[in-house]
């Protein structure tokens, strides 16, 4: 498998648990790579949901996962290519999503799959790898 990046509704069943073909895809990917990657964006989408939600124990298990894991920081290379998709998702009638592009531009710049269950949000992003780990993968 690819270096990949998992989106926030990936990671987000990831944590659940419940999905068994997303649970099998990340410990094969784990098995190759040893740790998991996502956005700091796709932490704080994470984290701000266990906030809401009072799930003080989820968000300290979360916690942990962030401790082992890669966690690509936003700077500006990655807001700059977040910028060019927004342009051109308003311009081509795409979805533009400031989260989403965010976290395309950085699996884009960081040459990663990007690893997500909406895979038709970002279909139109030239030079985006996309994998959906709720299915098989080869």
Known sequence: MDEALLDTDILSEVLKRKDQQVL??????????QRLAFSALTAYEIMRGM???GATRQLNVFQNV???S???????PVLRRAAEL??????GG???DDADLIIAATAILEQRVLVTGN???FSWIRGLRLADW???QP
């Open 66 to 68: 962030v401790a082992t």
């Open 51 to 53: 906030l809401a939600s």
């Open 86 to 91: 927004w342009a051109d998702a308003r311009a």
């Open 134 to 136: 709720r299915q098989p």
């Open 70 to 76: 890669e966690v690509l920081s936003v700077g500006m």
């Open 24 to 33: 099998s895809n990340a410990a094969r990917y784990l098995a190759q790579h």
């Open 94 to 96: 795409h979805p533009h």
């Open 119 to 121: 895979t038709a949000h």
